[in-house]
């Protein structure tokens, strides 16, 4: 089994299997632990790119189970194609949820109240007040109602808004209210004075955010993105950024890094962050523990959690 995580570090790891550890190593080089037509279950290294994640898998002949710890699981789906019949492909629902949301409420509050100009007069010794728009009373539309999309919508409940709508693929019903389907988006958009998008990256969410998308948001509306660069059409979102109609906030971007001469960075009206939804402290123990769930499921012949894909027949 290879891990990310050195397996000595891990409480409660199941005795038996033979836990190697790989994480790519910095610049994608590091030497494989061992050979991987031995390893029957894969954990792929953190947030590494997908030619590191991906370099061993086509001689991974004998692997069960590649688990990601990231939510997405898009960067390594091109992979599977080389994998044999019957893998199953786990991500790591759950364990992002409360960083995720955290940051989410961190865009949204830190872009409503203005604090990046905040910042930028504070570096400069200027004393700048003025009034500034409130999450309260706002209309919050959640684009990609999984556990995520849920998180986020407990963070925003202490915060009086004033209406919460939620999408998902499929429609259906919470406790919370509806959950209404891809295909009502385009009638909530305008409504919304905040769009969060949750959303995973598929084909069908590639570019959702594109000109139509945005032409439908209300003029002064705010969009965050917490879920996949590619979900935006960057050039539609520059395009509107620069009219002045909306604002963005934005933990991830379309490319990704961003290059440092790349307009969005200077765009009015956006704030950025690189990536780091899920870079907290709350990741390493929650990982720890899927993984630990996860390898005893496997050893004892239990249904995995978080199932996305099992490859079929090549």
Known sequence: MWLPIPPEE?????????????????????????????????????????EIVLRPVPRMTSVRVVQTLTAGTDHVEPGLKDLPPGVHLCNARGVHDASTAELALTLILASLRGVPGAVRAQDR??????????????????????????????????FEVARVARVARSGRTTARGPVHPLTELSALLPDADVVVLCTPLTDATR?????????????????????????????ALLAELERGRITAALDVTDPEPLPA??????????????????????????????????????????????????TGPA
């Open 207 to 235: 570019h959702l955010v594109d000109a139509g998308f945005l032409a439908r948001m209300k003029d002064g509306a705010l969009l965050v993105n917490v879920a996949r660069g590619a979900v935006v059409d960057t050039e």
């Open 125 to 158: 010794g200027e004393w700048r007040g003025g009034f500034q728009p409130a999450l309260a009373d706002k209309n919050v539309l959640i684009v990609g109602y999984g556990s995520i999309g849920a998180a986020v919508e407990d963070r925003l409940a202490p």
């Open 261 to 310: 001469d790349h307009p969005l960075w200077h765009a009015p009206g956006v704030l950025i962050t690189p990536h780091v939804g899920g870079a907290t402290s709350a990741f390493r123990p929650r990982a720890e523990r899927l993984l630990v769930d996860q390898v005893t499921r496997f050893l004892h012949h239990e249904p995995l959690l978080n199932v996305v894909v099992t």
């Open 10 to 50: 891990i409480p409660s790891l199941p005795e038996g299997p033979d836990y190697l550890f790989w994480d790519g190593g910095e610049d994608g080089t590091q030497e494989y632990p061992g050979d991987p037509a031995d390893c029957v279950f894969y954990v792929v290294p953190y947030m590494a790119p997908a």
